[in-house]
């Protein structure tokens, strides 16, 4: 494996009861890159990133993270070795402020995420890392918001702190862009690039719009195949593509949901 490659994957396949969803896809993403995986509804995009983080084990193929193979490893190994998926650690308790759920992320690279037991001053020292984290993402006036109060668009830029607590070399977003309006969708585009600074970012994203901005490299699944792969201006113009997205080779690929 060359060393640029921080994540590949080699004939990774999983098929369910004689269903082939993931058919010997060859993975290259580059370390320090945004790495868009798209592809028509059920096109095995979500299949693939369940395989990566050990949500489902594969039927064939290897993973391979920083030139060690992990096809083996559990969920919770891969996520300690830096390989973090953002549902993983999400605002999961919706009913502690936004400053609270950062700051249990924030121990569970200490070993101790459910120590809720401890003394508030103990906890208290994770305050200004996570109020930095907050800041990052454009939360620090909701530090003492009750997370179920939160807009949409925030409880998502609230998931990418949590996930940024974590310390990811490898951050694997799922639909980033998911049911937001324009407004939100810009704000999150801009909060991904900032957090892909001195990260590598592989990401399932509907909105082209959202690839076409972000995205130094694109596989295209269709049929659990990689279909093409290259920037968005030679993906956008595939024939193959096209067809995929539209059902005809004259079709072009917008930038749209």
């Not at 994540?7 to 890159?33: H, N």
């Not at 798209?38 to 395989?51: C, Q, R, S, W, Y």
Request: with cysteine.
């Amino acid at each position: 494996m060359s060393q640029e490659f921080v994540l590949e994957t080699r004939g990774l396949t999983k098929e369910f009861r004689g269903f082939t969803a993931v058919d010997s896809v060859d993975l290259q993403v580059e370390k320090g890159t945004i790495h868009a995986l798209i592809g028509p509804n059920g096109a095995g995009k979500t299949t693939v990133f369940n395989l990566l983080t050990k949500y489902l084990p594969p039927t064939r193929g290897e993973i391979l993270y920083q030139g060690e193979s992990i096809t083996k490893l559990k969920s919770n190994q891969i996520a300690r070795k830096g390989l973090v998926r953002s549902f993983q650690i999400s605002a999961v308790f919706p009913h502690m402020t936004v400053l609270e759920n950062v700051r249990v992320a924030l121990q569970r690279p200490m070993g101790n995420s459910f120590h809720f037991w401890k003394h508030e001053r103990v906890l208290d020292k994770l305050n200004d890392r996570a109020m930095e984290l907050l800041e990052s993402v454009g939360l620090e006036e909701y530090s003492n918001t009750i997370t179920v109060e939160l807009p949409y668009g925030r409880k998502r830029a609230l998931e990418l702190a949590t996930t940024l607590a974590m310390e990811p070399t490898v951050m694997l977003l799922d639909e980033p862009t998911q049911g937001m309006g324009h407004e939100d969708v810009d704000k999150v585009v801009e909060l991904i690039r900032q957090a892909a600074v001195g990260r590598t970012i592989l990401m399932v994203e509907h909105n082209l719009g959202v690839v076409s901005k972000l995205c130094d490299k694109i596989t295209v699944l269709a049929r659990g195949a990689v279909l093409a792969e290259g920037d968005y201006a030679n993906v956008s113009q595939n024939p193959k593509v096209r067809e995929a997205y539209m059902g005809s080779e004259d079709a072009e690929v917008k930038g749209a949901h």
